[in-house]
Each structure stands twice: as C-alpha cells, then as structure tokens.
C-alpha cells in the first residue's frame, strides 16, 4: 500500500505511515446483517504481548486511515457506503450538506483504505445490508507518526 501513502497531494500534512495496527478485528455479516453509518475512530499504534493486547503500545503514532481487507466475495449486497457531499464529491459529507451515497464492492484479497478519526477528510460510511451469501472481513488501521 506504499504507493497510496504518497502524500503529494497533502492530504495527511507531513505526517509519515510508519505500519499497520496489530489491533485486527474480524468482522462476519450474514443475510440481512449490515453496519449503521459512522464514522471509525483514531487509535494509538496497539501490540499483543503475552496473548494481552496492549492499546497503547506507541505513544508516537496513531490511526489516520481504516484499512478493509475482504476475505470473501460470494455474497449479494453488503457494498461499502460512503456518504459524499453532492455538490463537491471529491469530499466527505457534513451536516447540512446534500448527501450521495457511492458505493464500493471489491473482489475477496482485495483492501480498502480511507481517512478516519479526526482527520479532514474521514467520511460516514456503512455496510449495505447482504441479501444472501457471507461477507467476511478484516479491519485494522494505518498508523502514521504524531
């Protein structure tokens, strides 16, 4: 995921990726499961030791971006939801905004990564409810230095 942590445009203002979360958490959605809108929030760099997870393991990085790996793809439905502003869609909806919703579905292996927490960018996004199969996922999160 290098290539999409270039940070030409600005977007995370200097701040370097420095690794991935070992806080991983899987997720299973069956018929008719889905997730509310929200937004994720922003974690500080976590590690197990001892088969104990220690939350905040290094003080000198935190989360800026979920990262979605999808583990399957014979399922119906359960798209990715963003919650975009209608009139500049290039940026997350607030409120007040006029809303579009753009939905992403991608093939199992395949990852999703976007802004969270209190970054400027972070969008409301959801999970489309599956009509039928198992949509089966993996969330951590991208740390970058403080």
Same mark, same amino acid.
């Given at each position: ?5 270039d &940070?030409r445009q ?13 806080? #991983? ?5 069956g018929?008719?499961? #889905?997730?509310?809108?929200h937004? &994720? ?5 976590s590690?197990i030791i001892?088969n104990?997870?220690?939350a905040n393991a290094?003080?000198?990085?935190y ?6 790996? #999808?583990?399957s793809d &014979?399922?119906e439905?359960?798209?990715t ?13 607030k409120?007040?905004d006029a809303?579009?919703?753009v939905?992403v579905r991608t093939p199992?292996?395949?990852i ?10 972070h ?15 993996i ?7 403080l």
């Open positions: 995921i290098a290539p999409l942590m &940070d600005g977007v995370f203002d200097g701040d370097k990726a420095v690794g991935i979360n070992a806080r #991983f958490r899987f997720y299973r959605y018929q008719n499961d #889905f997730f509310k809108p937004s &994720d929030g922003a974690w500080p760099g590690r001892d104990e997870l220690i290094f003080p000198d990085r989360s800026q971006m979920t990262l979605l790996i #999808f583990l &014979d399922f439905g359960g798209a939801r963003f919650l975009v502003n209608a009139n500049e869609p290039s940026l997350p909806a409120a007040g809303v579009v919703n939905d199992a292996g395949s999703l990564c976007f802004p969270h927490g209190m970054h400027p960018l969008c409301i996004h959801s999970s489309v409810p599956i009509t039928n199969g198992v949509k089966y996922i969330r951590s999160d991208v740390l970058f230095t």
